[in-house]
């Protein structure tokens, strides 16, 4: 939502829901993959802006472009055929001659529009300095099921250090479709190749891939915002729906990731402000793949008390739970387990055991509101069910006095305050009306 058309109070949430992610992202390594027909359409002056704005805040940025839209129409041009072997161009000599004037043309168009500064814009007073050069030795594919794919290479070697020190004299790094080989020879490649083993050989904290569609969608056309890299593995064994560029980067996506890129992400580079939206939003825009899920369920730390109480503020300014204090919750910390989803809390509870009936009290359990569709207070239930019965107790019960169907849908019943144990009892608000849930585990 434009800033003019926003309340303070959501311009000042939104700002601090993105002020982590700032944080986060300061010094790390983005790698960022278009093909060329993000410069083809005239899309990449919108792109050139999110690169400033990512650049300005730290990120160091390797940007690898495609060019093959350019080499198409340089083929036409020149009246020579395009010719394919199992999804690769057979590069010949002068193939080749076409393909470098294409990169060649590209990358300069990119530098150009990386360098400009316009008055009232993202790139207003941008001092982005862009550092190209042979950073890539290439190998030939040579021959495969008896077709010579010639000038055709794959990545040998990342010139890592080159990179790195480009990087840290706050360059932006951009890297073209083409290798060279020891001997002087030039290579053919693929966008995707490149930017793979350019992340990886960086160890670089995330990949981006803009591609045509808006990432990998399910079975029922639902899109799937996070993978595991199991289930990246099963759905390129089991699916053959997907699309031609899922196809294409999701074995790159899990590639990387199984080499230690920590995210790589699929996004449509028809979205304006894609990357920003992905990057910077905790549900983003596309699909993301990373090595195990991000969900992690843990017991609670002395350093999570300001998340906890981020969560149970809301529902108990609703009066739907008790008001606990700072100090009440350092005190009782040992008490809450937290849900947390790439180093945010969204959801916590706590038990309470009366050891001598066997029982236990679950207590505020809370789960952050844009997330709660997600299923997460139920695991959430099941992972304190766990530990009560870890500890030897038979009986969990809640007291709420707004969620009652939800618990009778997992089981509780509805019970009495004499069923409490004792000490709950002399404990029990009158005034506050609780209705009481109990469940045998």
């Not at 020190?165 to 290579?187: I, M």
């Amino acid at each position: 939502m434009p800033y003019s058309h926003c309340s303070p109070a959501h311009f000042v949430a939104w700002f601090r829901s993105v002020a982590p992610y700032v944080n986060a992202f300061r010094g790390r390594t983005f790698v960022i993959a278009f093909g060329g027909e993000v410069v083809a359409d005239g899309k990449f002056v919108e792109l050139t802006h999110d690169f400033n704005l990512l650049a300005s805040l730290g990120v160091r940025l390797v940007l690898v472009h495609g060019a093959r839209p350019q080499i198409e129409q340089h083929l036409a041009r020149n009246q020579l055929g395009d010719s394919y072997h199992h999804g690769w161009r057979i590069t010949d000599s002068d193939t080749l001659r076409c393909v470098k004037e294409a990169v060649g043309r590209v990358r300069l168009e990119i530098e150009a529009l990386l360098s400009m500064g316009l008055a009232n814009s993202p790139m207003a007073n941008a001092d982005i300095r862009v550092a190209s050069g042979n950073f890539i030795t290439a190998q030939p594919l040579g021959v495969i099921q008896g077709v010579d794919l010639q000038h055709t290479g794959s990545v040998r070697k990342i010139d890592t250090d080159a990179i790195h020190q480009r990087l840290a004299y706050n360059e932006v790094v951009l890297l073209s479709p083409l290798g060279y080989s020891p001997t002087g020879e030039v290579f053919n490649l693929t966008l995707e190749d490149v930017a793979t083993q350019t992340a990886i050989a960086l160890d670089a904290d995330k990949l981006l891939f803009l591609m045509d569609t808006d990432g990998v969608f399910d079975p029922n056309g639902k899109l799937m915002s996070e993978l595991t890299v199991a289930q990246t593995r099963h759905i390129l064994d089991t699916r053959q729906d997907l699309s031609d560029d899922v196809r294409c980067f999701l074995p790159c996506a899990l590639r990387a990731c199984e080499a230690g890129v920590a995210r790589t992400h699929l996004i449509s580079r028809h979205t304006d402000g894609a990357v920003l939206q992905e990057l910077f939003s905790d549900a983003g825009i596309g699909s993301m793949v990373v090595e195990a899920t991000l969900n992690t369920l843990r017991p609670a730390s002395i350093d999570d008390v300001g998340g906890i109480l981020q969560l149970l503020r809301p529902l108990e300014e609703q009066g739907i739970l008790v008001r606990r204090s700072r100090e009440l919750l350092e005190r009782e910390i040992e008490r809450f387990i937290v849900l947390e989803h790439d180093h945010r809390i969204l959801g916590c509870a706590a038990l309470y055991p009366f050891p001598d009936e066997a029982a236990a009290e679950l207590a505020c359990l809370a789960v952050d509101g844009q997330y709660r569709a997600h299923g997460y207070g139920e695991q959430i239930l099941k992972h304190i069910t766990a530990i009560a019965q870890q500890q030897g107790l038979q009986k969990l019960f809640v007291l709420t006095t707004r969620t009652a169907h939800w618990f009778l849908e997992r089981g509780f019943s509805a019970s009495d305050v004499t069923a409490l144990p004792a000490q709950k009892q002399s404990l029990y608000n009158y005034q506050r009306k609780s209705k009481v849930f109990m469940k045998r585990i």
